[in-house]
């Protein structure tokens, strides 16, 4: 695609204009995410344990706790920001794929609307009546002496 002698030519530009390539991309960068988060999530753990374990003289029992709990809330919202991150890159790696198939389907779609608005404007002529028996010999079911509804039958049955 584009040379690597070009001085604008950057990696992501080619990963950018194929979904499957940004899709594995995006995954990569969610693996490593979700590799820093267990660390996290480890380190959050050893953290608590230490703060709440760290008592001074004249402490009442949940003095360390209270010392605590800003450090805990700190690092609890890291871990749920770097979890709606990745959640963020799954989503985006469908709606970049959905794009590409909403550009594929925009061509025929724009397609079938013509052909229906040419349809409106010139509607199919209408074909001819059937040829109906002659007039002289009449049917029994010719649809007239025919009860039209179940509640018309009167005493008849039903079939």
Do not use: F
Not at 5 to 33: C, F, G, I, K
Not at 53 to 73: F, I
Not at 140 to 159: C, M, T
């Amino acid at each position: 695609m584009n040379s690597n002698n070009d001085p604008n030519h950057s990696p992501l530009r080619d990963v950018a204009q194929n979904p499957e390539a940004t899709a594995r991309y995006l995954a990569d960068v969610q693996r490593v995410l979700l590799d820093i988060g267990k660390n996290l999530e480890t380190l959050a753990l050893e953290t608590r344990v230490h703060l709440r374990g760290t008592n001074v003289e004249g402490d009442r029992w949940y003095h360390a706790r209270l010392r605590a709990m800003p450090v805990e809330k700190a690092l609890g919202q890291v871990l749920r920001n770097l979890n709606n991150l990745t959640e963020g890159l799954e989503k985006s790696a469908y709606k970049r794929r959905a794009h590409d198939e909403a550009v594929v389907n925009t061509a025929k779609d724009r397609k079938e609307k013509e052909l229906e608005k040419q349809r409106k404007k010139n509607p199919p002529a209408l074909q001819a009546a059937p040829n109906l028996p002659e007039q002289g010999a009449r049917s029994e079911n010719s649809g007239y002496g025919v009860p039209a509804s179940i509640y018309d039958l009167g005493k008849r049955e039903s079939a």
